[in-house]
């Protein structure tokens, strides 16, 4: 990789310094005494001058020394103020000759060369202001990444757990490969392809692998660069684009972030001609004038289609809406399996287990996994991680860093300790909740003191309203413990209570699971607020309806807290027990807590 050297004054101080010095040495090695003409006359009448050499103002020459070698010479310079001069050279037999004084060598050392140091110097300022100057008139060309054939290396084998949305843009690459094949029936490719997802499942990485098993030129931006505070740069910009990817088709223009470009346009505080919206103006007629038959396919990709310009998301357009959603657990066993080709891990380790624990988790997520894991394994001088590192992993992530040194009261740890066994206990005693894997009460990350680890057997698409109603009484089983061992509640639940209260809230105003209210959707439809439709707005009711539904939130919080309350008593004993062992060991995994259970 080419280096790149900033200037400093330090190297003009040092140029100047060096010129100094060389000036000083050639001047000691051609020193010349200067004499008066009245010494030059007497040590010509006493013959010790030996040769000069004459011009208009000065004379020159060599003269013998005083005590030294018969023919040891030295130089000498004086003012000419005889014009007779030559009557005395002849008189006394001296050869002299006239000559030209020649400053060359004076004149470039005094000051053509620090004149060719500051020349020198004032180009490299001018180069640099010239090449921000070129920048602020390039401001309206894009600033796409440009990768071409050869520099791409990834394809449809490094992207895992997607293959519905790999499925979707085959025909992109076989029309990037062959475009005669579809024209032959008349069938056109969509002129836009958006991809759409949650952040981190692959959305990039999926168009570069298309352009990768294309092998075709791919350019790569976000939304973000075509915007800029000049008005007018973002449609430049978008032309601009446009204008090379015809001239390197066929190929794949990439908006990354479509959203801070694409955005519904409305009416703000500063009208509807803001620079934001020119552009998006533009990028729909480029979008409308271009042939898709030249062969450039645009591809874009955003996790917030909500709020995207209807008119961009018309036939024509982005007709194409391809889906990279979270995968599930056999989309992340191959997710895992690419990653961990990176790093050694051991044979014998169970991919499908390590799937299980990572419920949710995107590409990105589980690439985070791996990488924890094998620091872990490092730091633990390890030579293969195993599945130890990535259990710790796992928990590193969902709940935080371990903080040991933190330290805690006693009387606060055993409220940890109870809490969290309320917790384990009410979940285990409950039909169709997660298993435990594991309770711990070493703090973790910024504010949690403890937490009881359960881990799904399989992805779950659906819940049912008994299977809701037992999640929020594993919720409320850490303060049901608390008050029945302490008499008294603590803040720690506060988490605890906020995700009952939403599941509650859910339940009953878009699940339809209230008695009460009936099947009826009360919460509001997300959309974007810039689109006005005309129509009566979802989730408008009166206040005597939201009164009612803040009872019945109420009411099933009040009831499963009361549920969690009465299986904590009946399991009394096996609560303090399992609390003790948890204030013994620290940690304890699910299998010690159901063999406790089973043995009281």
């Avoid at 005494?33 to 004459?54: D, H, N």
């Avoid at 805690?408 to 169709?432: C, D, F, K, T, W």
């Avoid at 309350?565 to 010690?592: H, P, T």
């Amino acid at each position: 990789m080419e280096k790149k050297h900033k200037f400093s004054l330090w190297y003009v101080l040092i140029g100047m310094w060096i010129v100094l010095i060389a000036q000083s040495y050639i001047a000691s090695m051609y020193a010349v005494q200067t004499i008066p003409y009245s010494q030059f006359l007497t040590l010509l009448k006493t013959e010790k001058i030996v040769e000069v050499a004459i011009t208009a103002n000065k004379i020159q020459g060599k003269m013998k020394v005083d005590g030294g070698a018969p023919n040891e010479t030295k130089a000498f310079k004086t003012i000419r103020v005889d014009p007779e001069l030559s009557t005395f050279l002849e008189q006394y037999k001296i050869v002299f000759k006239g000559e030209i004084e020649s400053t060359f060598l004076r004149d470039i050392l005094s000051w053509v060369f620090p004149l060719l140091l500051f020349v020198g110097i004032w180009y490299f300022f001018m180069k640099k202001m010239g090449a921000q100057q070129a920048g602020f008139m390039t401001l309206g060309k894009n600033k796409a990444k440009i990768y071409m054939e050869n520099e791409l290396n990834v394809t449809f084998k490094d992207v895992a757990g997607v293959d519905e949305a790999k499925q979707e843009l085959v025909e992109v690459v076989e029309f990037l490969k062959s475009p005669g094949k579809f024209g032959e029936l008349g069938g056109r490719i969509p002129k836009g392809i958006l991809l759409v997802g949650p952040p981190g499942t692959g959305k990039t990485l999926l168009a570069k692998a298309v352009a990768g098993e294309s092998g075709v030129p791919f350019f790569s931006l976000s939304g973000s660069e075509f915007v800029e505070m000049f008005v007018g740069l973002g449609a430049s910009r978008v032309r601009d684009l446009f204008v090379q990817a015809k001239e390197k088709a066929p190929c794949i223009v990439f908006i990354d972030e479509l959203d801070a470009l694409g955005k519904a346009r409305g009416f703000g505080a500063v009208g509807g001609h803001d620079e934001r919206e020119q552009t998006l103006n533009q990028l729909l007629v480029e979008m409308d004038g271009f042939d898709p038959k030249v062969g450039v396919i645009l591809m874009a990709a955003t996790n917030r289609p909500e709020i995207l310009d209807p008119a961009l998301l018309r036939p024509g357009r982005f007709d194409r809406h391809v889906l990279v959603d979270r995968p599930d657990k056999i989309g992340r066993e191959e997710i895992l399996k690419v990653h961990l080709k990176k790093i050694k891990a051991v044979e014998d380790l169970d991919v499908g287990k390590l799937a299980n624990m990572t419920p949710g988790m995107v590409g990105a997520d589980l690439a985070n996994l791996v990488n924890e894991a094998a620091l872990l394994a490092v730091r633990r001088d390890k030579k293969e991680v195993g599945m130890p590192e990535f259990e710790e992993a796992v928990e590193r992530i969902i709940a935080g860093l371990e903080k040991k040194n933190r330290v805690i009261n006693v009387e606060e740890r055993q409220i940890v300790a109870y809490h969290e066994m309320g917790h384990a206990l009410v979940a285990l005693s409950l039909p169709g909740t997660d298993p435990v894997q594991k309770i711990s009460i070493i703090p973790r990350g910024i504010a949690a003191l403890g937490y009881t680890m359960q881990v799904p057997t399989e992805d779950r698409f659906l819940m049912k309203r008994t299977e809701l109603l037992n999640k929020i009484a594993c919720l409320l089983g850490g303060r049901a413990a608390e008050e029945i061992i302490f008499g008294d509640i603590s803040t720690g639940a506060h988490n605890d209570l906020a995700r009952a209260t939403d599941i509650s809230r859910s339940m009953i105003k878009e699940y339809g699971m209230s008695d009460k209210l009936g099947q009826v959707y009360f919460a509001r439809e997300p959309r974007s607020p810039f689109l006005d439709t005309g129509l009566r707005e979802t989730g408008d009711y009166s206040d005597a309806t939201a009164e009612a539904i803040d009872e019945e939130i109420k009411a099933v919080i009040s009831k499963e807290y009361d549920r969690a309350v009465d299986i904590l008593r009946k399991n009394k004993g096996i609560l303090e027990k399992g609390a003790q062992l948890l204030l013994e060991k620290e940690k304890i995994d699910g299998a010690e807590l159901k063999a406790l259970m089973e043995s009281s």
